[in-house]
C-alpha cells in the first residue's frame, strides 16, 4: 500500500526575505566600529590623492594601477607586469592573515573591516539619521503612505546614491590620476568606459550595502561556509554565557539567571539572528550585541558580560564548574574562576605565523635582489635560418632590453658561443672593436634586431647555445639572455 505518512514536499525552497531593522546602540565595541570605520574610508578617499616624485614623465600618484602604462606603483614600488608574481605573494599573505585572525579572533574581519560591513554601516546611519531608529522605522513602514515617509525616503537614497557615487569614483582613483578624472567626470570629457565602470561601482555599492545588505553575508559571501576551518576551541567569538543566562525570567521573578529575555541583543544584530541560539552561520562576529546586553544589565544592577568575546573551551569550562550550582553569585563566581587565559600561542597560530614568516621572506628576498636590467633573446621562427650565397648560415633574433630604473645608459652587446660566429645589430653604433653599442631606454623596454652568421667552413651542429652579453663601461656583465643557433640537418 502506498505511503501516506510522508509529509508533502514544501511549496517553495526559498525562505521569504524577513527584512531587518538594526537599533542603533551605544557602547565600547560600537566605538571601535565607529573608528575602524572613519579609518577605512578616509584611507580609501585619501589615498587616491597622495603624491609621490618619480621624475619627470612619470605618474605622481603615489598609489595607482597604470593600465596604460602597464605599471603597479606604490609609492617608492614600481612592479611591472612580469613582476606580476609580487601580487600574487601579496593576495598569499592577505589570505594567511586572514586565516591567522580568525584562527586568533574569529570572525573579526567579517565584523570590523569587511567592505560589506563598512558601508553597510555607513548606509544604516544615514537611514537612521533620515528616518529614525528601529522603532520609528517599523511604524512609518507599517503604516499607510504619506507625504512625510515619502520625502524621508527620497532624502535617504538620495544621501546613499552620493555615497555609491563618491565610492565608485575613488575606485576607479587608484586606475587613473585623481585630480585629471574629477576634471573629466565634471567636464563631461572622460572616456565611455570610465563612466561605465563609476556607474558599474555606484550601482553594486547602493545595492549592496542599501539593500542586500545581511542577505550578502548569510548567501552571497562564501566565507561563513568555511571559516569553521579555522576555528578552534581556543578561537575568541561573539558567546552568550548560557551558564549565568539560563533559565530565562523576568526581572522580578526568582530562580532564573541573569537574562531577562529583553530582546536587545537581537534589535541590534545587523543579521537579525539570536546570539542565545549559539554559533550561527549568519553572525559576523560585530559584537554590537555585547553592548546591547551591557547595556540592560546595567540598569538591571547585573554585571555586564553576559554576552561577550569568548572562547568555546571556557566557555564550557564555566558550563561544567558551574553545573551544580543554583542561579546566583556563588553560580558566577564558579564561571568566572573556571576560565583559562587567552591562548595565542597553538599549533594552528604557530603554523600560520610561520607560513607568514616564510612567505615575506621571500617575496622580500626576491624583491631585494630583482634585476633592474633584463636580456631576452627572442629567434625568429620564420624563417627558422636562412643558407646565404656563400654557404653560410644566418640566424636572426629580437633582443629585448627592458631598464627597470631611469637612468639613461649603453650597453655593448657581446655572444658567447661556437667560435667564427658574427654579431651584427640593425641600426645601432659599434665600439672600436666593432661590437654593437646597445642604448637602453629608461623605464622601458627598448627592441632590436641581431643577426648571427656562420661561415660556411664552420662545423655546427642542427642546435648550438648562444648567450648574448651585456657589458657595462667596466667590461662587467649586467644582463644576459639565452637562444639557440638553428642550422640544416647534417
Not at 566557555?315 to 543554583?326: D, K, N, P
Request: hydrophobic letters at 45%.
Amino acid at each position: 500500500m502506498p505511503d501516506t505518512t510522508s509529509p508533502a514536499a514544501p511549496s517553495s525552497l526559498y525562505a521569504p526575505h524577513r527584512k531587518v531593522y538594526p537599533r542603533a546602540v551605544k557602547g565600547r565595541v560600537r566605538s571601535i566600529k565607529w573608528i575602524v570605520l572613519a579609518v577605512l574610508l578616509g584611507l580609501y578617499y585619501i589615498v587616491p590623492w597622495l603624491r609621490w616624485d618619480r621624475g619627470p614623465g612619470v605618474p605622481n600618484q603615489a598609489v595607482l594601477a597604470d593600465i596604460s602604462n602597464a605599471r603597479l606603483f606604490f609609492f617608492w614600488i614600481e612592479l611591472w607586469p612580469q613582476e606580476i608574481y609580487f601580487l600574487t605573494g601579496f593576495l598569499i599573505l592577505a589570505a594567511i592573515g586572514l586565516f591567522a585572525a580568525t584562527s586568533l579572533f574569529g570572525r573579526v574581519w567579517c565584523g570590523f573591516t569587511c567592505p560589506q560591513t563598512v558601508w553597510t554601516d555607513l548606509f544604516m546611519w544615514v537611514e537612521r539619521r533620515i528616518e529614525g531608529d528601529r522603532n520609528a522605522r517599523m511604524k512609518r513602514d507599517a503604516g499607510p503612505p504619506s507625504r512625510d515617509r515619502t520625502l524621508r525616503r527620497i532624502a535617504k537614497h538620495a544621501a546613499w546614491i552620493v555615497i555609491a557615487v563618491a565610492t565608485g569614483g575613488a575606485w576607479i582613483m587608484y586606475f587613473q590620476d585623481a585630480p585629471t578624472l574629477v576634471r573629466q567626470l565634471a567636464t563631461g570629457s572622460a572616456s565611455t568606459e570610465t563612466y561605465f565602470f563609476v556607474a558599474l561601482f555606484t550601482a553594486t555599492t547602493y545595492m549592496l550595502a542599501g539593500f542586500a545588505r545581511e542577505q550578502v553575508c548569510t548567501y552571497m559571501c562564501p566565507w561563513p561556509r568555511f571559516q569553521g576551518a579555522m576555528l578552534d576551541q581556543d578561537s575568541l567569538v561573539v558567546t552568550y554565557r548560557e551558564w549565568r543566562g539560563e533559565p530565562r525570567g523576568k526581572l522580578k521573578g526568582a530562580g532564573h539567571g541573569d537574562c531577562v529575555d529583553c530582546g536587545a541583543c537581537v534589535h541590534v544584530c545587523p543579521t537579525g539572528i539570536d546570539i542565545r541560539d549559539g554559533q550561527q552561520l549568519e553572525c559576523i562576529g560585530c559584537g554590537l550585541c555585547i553592548d546591547a546586553c551591557d547595556e540592560v544589565m546595567g540598569k538591571v544592577n547585573r554585571p555586564d558580560g553576559l554576552i561577550s568575546f569568548e572562547t568555546l573551551a571556557n566557555l564550557a569550562a564555566s558550563t561544567a564548574a558551574t553545573a551544580r550550582f543554583a542561579p546566583g553569585p556563588e553560580r558566577q563566581q564558579a564561571g568566572m574562576a573556571a576560565r583559562t587565559r587567552l591562548h595565542l600561542i597553538r599549533p594552528r597560530t604557530m603554523m600560520y605565523a610561520g607560513v607568514l614568516a616564510f612567505v615575506v621572506a621571500v617575496m622580500l628576498a626576491g624583491f631585494l635582489l630583482r634585476d633592474t636590467l633584463t636580456l631576452t633573446a627572442l629567434a625568429e621562427r620564420a624563417p627558422p635560418f636562412v643558407r646565404l650565397s656563400d654557404g653560410g648560415i644566418r640566424n636572426a633574433y629580437t633582443l629585448k632590453l627592458a631598464d627597470k630604473t631611469r637612468d639613461a645608459g649603453h650597453y655593448v652587446l657581446t655572444l658567447q658561443g661556437p667560435p667564427g660566429l658574427q654579431l651584427l645589430v640593425q641600426d645601432v653604433e659599434t665600439d672600436a672593436s666593432g661590437r654593437p653599442i646597445l642604448p637602453a631606454r629608461p623605464d622601458g623596454v627598448a627592441t632590436f634586431r641581431a643577426l648571427v652568421t656562420a661561415g660556411p667552413e664552420l662545423p655546427l651542429r642542427e642546435h648550438a647555445e648562444l648567450r648574448f652579453r651585456l657589458l657595462d663601461a667596466e667590461g662587467h656583465v649586467v644582463a644576459s639572455g639565452k637562444s639557440v643557433f638553428l642550422g640544416p640537418e647534417r
